[in-house]
């Protein structure tokens, strides 16, 4: 099976590198579809060997993206972006996945969102059989989904797959990817005239009306995101991001009964359970919030089983502890968290909280003394302000020694 990668791309010089490293190994071939570029992109592309072509931008990804379909010739196409990259052995499990799966006409992908403030997975549609009505629409957030559904609905016997592992490291919703690239604007300006054209695409309600609670206009995405349940045209992943979305809306009006009712609605779809770890987390946040601590105690501990390498879900769970004075599990909990983040400061310090309230001073300063070291680098304010609590305190953390660097 040959296996294309396509790609659109503008000036991508910075990214584009670490995108093909990650991949050109397992694609048999390269097709870039440049959109405009001023820098060294073309360059960047040609260096790995890449099929170039050129299109001028017209504020509508699927236009572009369909395009580059025009010039692919492998049996199956995988889509990145420059500001993704593959996994490593992912390519080998993917290409097992194509030339095994006969029936399949799509293999939905893991995407791990680095750095995003909150769903830290989603599944993308980004390894599909080329196929000629196999085609992207809407102008941004472009996906193939319309076209598959309704090429399984005239051709029933193609199957979609996915795989279990993360696939893809996206990196392009960081705060500081978004700011320099000025995506939210350009993402609004696109959204709302589709929008206009396509009042009830739930679709679009719910990637707009994210964008809007982003944006801080929540009383507009609130309504945005309430349009696309009430269209009844919303699929099962559509749905949960509507309420997962209208779950964060009303947690930023305070509106905590409806935020929980929301999250707790999503949970309860049939989606990947690897997407429902943030409704999971932000779900055990409001019921802390609210005072509910075992409730809290169980959405932080199906966020874990779901993920136990969840460090955010570990410390939060170690903080709900904590506060019901479970402290010896607290313990366990930051330990779980800092194995996998060894630089999770906020975790080092509560550990240190946790271990001097069960009576371990000398753990709990060790503690302290890493939590300082990380917050010197990150936050130097936090770190004076708790040097000097301790030092307040009675706590000098010159007699301990700190076991293990950071």
């Not at 199906?302 to 904590?322: E, Q, R, S």
């Not at 307040?392 to 010159?398: A, Q, R, V, Y």
Request: proline fraction near 3%; include cysteine.
């Amino acid at each position: 099976m040959k296996l294309s990668l396509c790609m659109i791309v503008k000036n991508e010089e910075t990214a584009l590198p670490g995108c093909l490293q990650s991949v050109v190994d397992t694609v048999d071939e390269i097709v870039i579809l440049d959109t405009g570029s001023t820098d060294k992109t073309v360059e960047i592309a040609n260096q790995f060997g890449a099929q170039v072509y050129h299109f001028p931008w017209c504020d509508d990804f699927s236009a572009a993206r369909n395009q580059a379909l025009e010039y692919v010739s492998g049996d199956w196409v995988l889509v990145l972006d420059a500001d993704e990259t593959l996994v490593p052995r992912m390519g080998e499990k993917i290409r097992e996945a194509i030339a095994v799966n006969q029936d399949y006409v799509l293999i939905n992908l893991l995407r791990r969102e680095v750095g995003a403030r909150q769903s830290p997975y989603s599944m993308v549609s980004r390894l599909f059989r080329r196929h000629p009505q196999i085609r992207f629409s809407r102008p941004y957030h472009a996906i193939i989904d319309d076209s598959v559904i309704a090429l399984l609905q005239r051709e029933p016997d193609w199957q979609i797959g996915h795989l279990t592992d993360v696939a893809i490291l996206h990196s392009g919703y960081t705060p500081s990817a978004i700011a320099s690239q000025n995506k939210f604007a350009t993402a609004q300006a696109i959204m709302e005239k589709f929008l206009a054209e396509h009042p009830n695409d739930s679709y679009t309600c719910s990637k707009l009306g994210a964008l809007y609670v982003e944006l801080g206009k929540c009383a507009e995405g609130i309504d945005l995101l309430k349009r696309g349940i009430a269209s009844k045209q919303a699929n099962t992943d559509v749905m949960y991001e509507l309420h997962y979305h209208l779950g964060i809306a009303y947690t930023r009006v305070q509106d905590y009964a409806q935020a929980i009712s929301h999250y707790q609605a999503a949970t309860k779809l049939l989606v990947y359970p690897m997407l429902k770890l943030a409704a999971y987390n932000n779900l055990g946040n409001l019921y802390k919030e609210t005072g509910n601590l075992t409730a809290a105690k169980s959405a932080y501990e199906m966020a874990i089983k779901i993920d136990p390498y969840f460090a955010t879900g570990n410390y939060n769970l170690g903080m709900v502890l904590k506060e019901m004075k479970l402290y010896t599990d607290a313990i366990k909990a930051y330990q779980r968290a800092l194995q996998v983040n060894p630089y999770f400061a906020d975790a080092y310090q509560n550990l240190g909280v946790t271990w001097l309230k069960v009576g371990n001073v000398e753990a709990s300063m060790i503690a302290f003394q890493k939590a300082i070291a990380l917050h010197e680098k990150s936050n130097p304010l936090e770190a004076v302000r708790l040097r000097q609590g301790l030092q307040e305190m009675g706590f000098s953390l010159t007699k301990f020694k700190s076991v293990g660097g950071l």
